[in-house]
């Protein structure tokens, strides 16, 4: 399917909107043009226009970037690693099972 015709849930839109005005708002508080941060992110300058309009197509690395470089907080305020977090994340994941699988369908063949 076309991402054109990709349909988003209404919280998806606000916080794509969300996290591209507050990219915004940093940026011109740290009195960066577009040109200046789309270059030091490594992205083209409407691409990073569409990030700030909250387009749902782009590279969620891409917006990270952005957020990391205009000091947008992504998971907690003050963050600088988030080693620890990805370290709990890891040990809890392997207490689940590795494979997900759907039960098993049961066949009725008792007409």
Excluded at 18 to 38: N, P, T, V, W, Y
Aim: charged share 30%.
């Amino acid at each position: 399917m076309p991402a054109s015709n990709r349909s988003y849930s209404k919280l998806t839109k606000q916080a794509l909107i969300l996290m591209g005005q507050q990219i915004k708002l940093a940026r011109k508080k740290r009195k960066m043009s577009e040109h200046d941060l789309a270059e030091r992110a490594g992205i083209a300058r409407s691409t990073l226009q569409k990030i700030e309009m909250g387009a749902p197509q782009i590279d969620i690395g891409f917006v990270f970037e952005a957020a990391i470089l205009t000091g947008v907080p992504l998971f907690e305020p003050e963050t600088t690693s988030l080693a620890p977090q990805i370290e709990r994340i890891k040990d809890r994941l392997a207490l689940m099972p590795t494979y997900i699988r759907k039960p098993k369908r049961e066949v009725k063949d008792d007409f």
